[in-house]
């Protein structure tokens, strides 16, 4: 309203519904369209809009609003407010419905060069009253009826000739006439419910309608169950209910709060309802034409959609997959899983539809239809199932020649797993996902080439065990991936080949094969050569092939395998390039592998490891060490190597084996061994060299000696001090004792040879206070040894004196 030059919204006062409907209806008067379609409470959620405050009262005949308590009105908008609501009319632009209180009901007027004129009698029949109440928002046409007060006689008016299927009625043929008959009044059912704001009526808001206004349904009580919404769909001239949802609005709004216990068998929401405020609303989406029935579930069932006013099946023989895709679309049920004809009673008649569907529709009454030109006879009734999901494929797991579904892999055979289905809708790849049930999970995709995919592994091995899962994406739906298929994958550590000789090693001797659950040797043939060794050495972790050779059986011929071949080297598994067969041979195959030595040990006596589990030593500068390589007894003779790999430098030293043991000595260690050392064994056997090295170790080495004169001075820098009392290192510093009785000049010169600290001048006892914590000495020594620890040893004792010893050094 405009009022003192500014326009406001009139916020009235609330007043019972069919008084809001007088307000409507002057203001559709005043505006100069027809009648009242609806009226609603409209809410601004985020602020409260400038109002005027009216509170006069309108009997609903007035030509403005000003009209209304007109000695009212002016004292009465006067006031500024505030508000978060306002009333939103609707009203109908061109028909309008006079003479009734009830805004569904009333003679039939339509605008014509900005004036209403009356609807002629002839011509305005059922078809025309369901169009009227179809553009006023109401519901199919009740009755007939005389309006009251409405003069009889000839009058200019509007004749119209409607189909019924028209939105409005001037879509309707028509023609204006000097003298007719006014129609009678018409009396349209009232809507209770319906769905506001969505794309079409069958989806949006629920809302009812009291006296006129429509305010949205407040399940405060949660008393609404699934069997109501689907009454619900019913009467807003939809089909089964799809979805339906609770959502919260910022503040509330005046709503009808809904009940449901007018009658505990009814699925009907019960009225009046109750005026009252609320922060939610109801949210529903219901099939618009098409619908399932019969079926265990909405999403399956025979089909039926909706003709005129009533439902009717769908042929089977018109009916194909591209419609059973469209079909379970519209209905939000997801994928096509099956569907068939089945004789249900159903009559069909030539006016059904019948659709041409290419699958990209969203709704089945989207497709192209024409109507049914068949017989009763012909036809059975479409029964339809739908899922959320795709339907799983297949999937298979491929061993040369074999195919398993619960599958064993021997360890490095090649394997393939082939995912798969059969569909009348093209799909676009699959997706193999593998160790689905750790934190390492890989995929592949592959494009589907006529609905399969194969996934191949070169050959299997530890990672490989686990399990598979296969799912796969139509080409109309790429981000929804089908039900997964699961197989769980098992490798074998089952040796199929093995070589046999007396000395049981397992790189050199007699190919023998395992098939069908029987070992036999192999036939010596043209298929088998170098390539067929060097697959098989490899397959049994032993290296490469040296020699492969014919061995023949002097007791004549023996039962084996003959071997055919189709391989070129590089496999991981002698069966995968070949094949055997019963044979009976005296000449079999003997191969030997470039690891039949055994891999040696090395180790470094006396000297404190790193730890249990490393493979290191630690040594103080100056100490002596020994390396010592060994073998298991497998071949005689044979030498070993001691390989030094340190800064900038590669050393190697070299010694017969004796008793399958070299010893390599050291002496004076310093910087310049520390480093990498392993040790390499040499054999000449089978008419070849051959070597085996062992792990590494490595040798660190202390920039400082594991003794040291202390002569009880302070210094800032560590000036090495060549004369003092004696500390020996073993897990700490401690005195050596003077009660040893084999301490003399020789161990002392070793102490000062040691240090750097030239030879020994002296060496005297050293008297304590009291007893302290020390080493005792025990010694092998002949004065000649780099290091006093390389001779002796030590263990703790308490003693009251100490060793001194004084060097030539400074």
Not at 492 to 512: F, P, T
Not at 785 to 807: H, N, P, Q
Request: hydrophobic residues 35%.
């Amino acid at each position: 309203m405009k009022h003192q030059g500014e326009w406001r919204v009139l916020n009235i006062e609330e007043q019972e519904t069919w008084i809001n409907i007088r307000y409507a209806q002057v203001a559709c008067k005043q505006m100069g369209c027809g009648s009242v379609v609806s009226i609603a409470q409209s809410t601004n959620n985020t602020n409260q809009q400038p109002a005027w405050e009216g509170h006069f009262i309108c009997r609903g005949d007035e030509s403005t609003l000003k009209e209304c308590d007109s000695t009212r009105t002016r004292r009465r908008v006067q006031g500024k407010r505030t508000s978060a609501y306002s009333l939103e009319v609707i009203c109908s632009e061109s028909v309008r419905l006079l003479g009734q209180s009830n805004v569904c009901a009333g003679h039939v007027e339509v605008k014509s060069d900005r004036r209403w004129i009356s609807v002629c009698q002839d011509g305005f029949n059922s078809e025309a009253a369901e169009v009227v109440c179809k553009q006023m928002g109401c519901g199919p046409p009740d009755d007939f009826m005389e309006s009251q007060g409405k003069e009889k006689g000839l009058v200019l008016g509007k004749q119209f000739q409607c189909k019924g299927n028209e939105s409005r009625l001037d879509y309707c043929a028509s023609s204006v006439h000097n003298n007719c008959t006014p129609a009678s009044a018409i009396s349209c059912s009232l809507p209770d419910v319906r769905l506001w704001g969505g794309e079409n009526h069958c989806k949006g808001t629920l809302q009812g309608n009291s006296d006129g206004e429509w305010r949205p349904l407040a399940d405060v009580w949660h008393m609404l169950m699934p069997q109501h919404f689907s009454d619900i769909c019913r009467k807003v001239d939809c089909a089964d209910v799809i979805s339906y949802s609770m959502n919260h609005l910022p503040q509330s709004q005046p709503a009808w709060e809904v009940s449901t216990d007018c009658d505990e068998t009814s699925s009907s929401i019960c009225k009046p309802w109750r005026s009252r405020h609320s922060a939610s609303v109801i949210t529903v989406t219901c099939s618009e034409a098409v619908r399932l029935v019969k079926g265990s579930s909405r999403c399956s069932g025979q089909l039926e959609v909706k003709s005129g006013q009533s439902w009717v099946s769908v042929c089977e023989a018109f009916f194909n997959s591209e419609a059973a895709l469209v079909t379970c679309r519209d209905l939000d049920c997801g994928f096509p899983h099956t569907y068939y004809g089945k004789k249900s009673g159903s009559h069909f008649q030539n006016t059904d539809p019948v659709f041409a569907c290419d699958g990209t529709e969203k709704r089945l009454m989207d497709c192209p239809s024409t109507t049914l030109n068949a017989t009763e006879s012909e036809c059975h009734s479409i029964y339809l199932t739908c899922t959320a999901l795709p339907t799983e494929p297949h999937i298979s797991v491929h061993v040369q020649d074999q195919l398993w579904d619960r599958p064993q892999v021997l360890k490095g055979q090649r394997f393939a797993i082939s995912c798969g289905f059969s569909s009348p809708y093209k799909i676009r790849f699959f997706r193999l996902k593998s160790a689905v049930y750790t934190g390492h999970q890989t995929e592949q995709i592959l494009p589907a080439v006529d609905g399969r995919a194969i996934f191949m592994f070169p050959a299997a091995g530890d990672v490989h065990r686990g399990t598979y899962e296969c799912s796969y994406v139509f080409d109309f739906s790429p981000g929804i991936f089908s039900k997964s298929h699961a197989i769980f994958v098992t490798v074998k550590e089952h040796k199929d080949v093995r070589l046999v000789n007396e000395a049981a090693h397992s790189c050199v001797g007699r190919v023998e094969v395992e098939h069908q659950k029987e070992w036999r040797p192999v036939s010596y043939r043209r298929s088998w050569s170098l390539k067929e060794a060097t697959v098989l050495c490899r397959q049994l972790s032993c290296g490469s092939a040296v020699s492969t050779s014919k061995l023949d059986n002097s007791a004549g011929l023996l039962p084996v395998w003959r071997f055919y071949s189709d391989c070129d080297g590089s496999e991981q598994a002698l069966m995968d390039c070949g094949t055997v067969d019963k044979w009976l041979t005296s000449s079999t195959v003997e191969v030997v592998c470039s690891d039949i030595l055994l891999q040696p040990n090395i180790s470094v006596p006396y000297v404190r490891k790193l730890s249990d589990d490393q493979q290191g030593v630690l040594l103080f500068k100056g100490r002596s060490f020994i390396i010592n390589c060994s073998v298991e007894a497998q071949y005689p003779g044979g030498h070993f190597s001691v390989i030094f790999t340190g800064l900038n430098q590669t050393r190697s030293y070299t010694k017969a084996a004796v008793n399958h043991s070299a010893y390599f000595s050291f002496t004076a260690a310093d910087k310049s061994l520390q480093g990498n050392y392993s040790c390499v064994y040499h054999n000449f056997v089978f008419n070849h060299n051959f070597s085996a090295e062992s792990q590494n170790l490595s040798l660190t080495v202390f920039d400082t000696e594991d003794v040291k004169l202390h002569d009880g001075v302070l210094r800032e820098d560590d000036r090495k001090v060549c004369a003092g009392k004696l500390l020996v290192f073993r897990d700490e510093w401690l005195p050596l004792s003077a009660e040893s009785t084999v301490w003399d000049l020789k161990h002392a010169s070793l102490v000062c040879r040691q240090l750097g600290c030239g030879s020994a001048v002296s060496t005297r006892e050293i008297s304590l206070h009291t007893n302290e914590t020390m080493f005792r000495f025990f010694s092998d020594c002949d004065g000649s040894e780099s290091a006093l620890l390389d001779c002796g040893t030590m263990k703790s004792w308490f003693s009251s004196s100490a060793v001194e010893v004084v060097c030539t050094g400074d």
